[in-house]
Nanobody, 128 residues
Framework: QLQLVESGGGLVQPGGSLRLSCAVS????????IAWFRQAPGKEREGVSC????????NYADSVKGRFTISRDNAKNTVYLQMNSLKPEDTAVYYC?????????????????????WGQGTQVTVSS
């Protein structure tokens, strides 16, 4: 059974850093593209970053470019999201999601409906 479990969220001051982890089980990580999404109260789920199956392609939402970095360690079955220079507007529940293929042919996606497997989420709060 395919499972994704997020960890690493918490409370951090503006300008601080956090590293989120997405531990996967039940499938071979290098067969899946993994993305991070976030959802703030009253807002739609937003794609943050995606890494292709073998890590050759990474993509980011404009709002996090230059601040967030996605990476994967297939040997550890884990994907990471390093978040630096955090802002209050980064406050949200962060989810990781997996997809083994995309109908549009690209190796990445930031569209939630392209992903069939999701974790439960981890809360990130940026506040002084």
């Amino acid at each position: 059974q395919l499972q994704l479990v997020e960890s690493g969220g918490g409370l951090v001051q503006p300008g601080g850093s956090l590293r989120l982890s997405c531990a996967v089980s039940g499938f071979t990580l290098d067969a899946y593209a993994i993305a991070w999404f976030r959802q703030a109260p009253g807002k739609e789920r937003e794609g943050v970053s995606c890494i292709s199956r073998r890590g050759g392609s990474t993509n980011y939402a404009d709002s996090v470019k230059g601040r967030f970095t996605i990476s994967r360690d297939n040997a550890k079955n884990t994907v990471y999201l390093q978040m630096n220079s955090l802002k209050p507007e980064d406050t949200a529940v962060y989810y990781c999601a997996a997809a083994d293929d995309f109908s549009h042919g690209r190796s990445w996606s930031l569209t939630a409906t392209d992903f069939g497997s999701w974790g439960q989420g981890t809360q990130v709060t940026v506040s002084s």
